[in-house]
Every structure is written in C-alpha cells, then in structure tokens.
C-alpha cells in the first residue's frame, strides 16, 4: 500500500494554516486553567486541580476579571495547538514516502 504524499499546493495550505495558528497566539496575554465560580453571596472563586486535588482560591471582582480573560486565553491557546498538532501530524506522515503499511483486516 503506498502512502498518498501531500502536493506542493496541500503543503502550502497546511503551512499557511499553521501560520495562521502562531498569528492568533502572539496576542494572547497571560494564562492560567482553572474556572471561575461566583458564590450565592456574590463571592468570587477560581477552581483548578493541583496535582489530582481541586485547589479554590478566593478572589476580588478585580482579581476575578484578571482570571476570566486568563482562563480563555489559555482555551484559546489549547485550541490553537491542538490545531497545530493536527496539522503537523499530516505533513510528517505524508510529506515523505513512508513504510508500506498493512491493509486492515475485516473481521467476521
């Protein structure tokens, strides 16, 4: 079976796309994971887990601001390299000629 390698046409598209993700992340500011709760009596929480425990801070209104433009940033970044990853994967692998790999069996 012989692999199908990417044209020089697919491989510009790939690498334009992959420009296009380290573009969207030069304006990211600061990260951090975690969520942000708001109590019943209008207190402000930022939930993450360290090392499998879940960790709660108290936060200001000011402090809770901060960690809500944080907290999408870093979803923004994680989207963004998980994009760049896909894309990296499909020009590694069909880039260059391979191994030939095996046909799947069908079982019945």
């Given amino acids: 079976m012989k692999n199908h390698l990417l044209s020089p046409t697919q491989m510009a598209a790939l690498r334009e796309r992959f420009e296009g993700c380290k573009t969207q992340i030069l304006p990211l500011d600061w990260v951090t994971q975690?969520?942000?709760?708001?109590?019943?009596?209008?207190?402000?929480?930022?939930?993450?887990?360290?090392?499998?425990?879940?960790?709660?801070?108290?936060?200001?209104?000011?402090?809770a601001e901060l960690f809500r433009r944080a907290i999408d940033d870093h979803r923004k970044l994680e989207k963004l390299i998980d994009q760049m990853r896909d894309l990296s994967q499909q020009v590694l692998l069909n880039s260059v000629e391979g191994p030939a790999r095996r046909k799947r069996r069908i079982s019945s």
């Fill in 34 to 63: 975690g969520s942000l709760s708001q109590s019943p009596q209008g207190n402000w929480r930022w939930t993450r887990k360290v090392k499998a425990k879940t960790v709660t801070v108290a936060l200001s209104d000011q402090q």
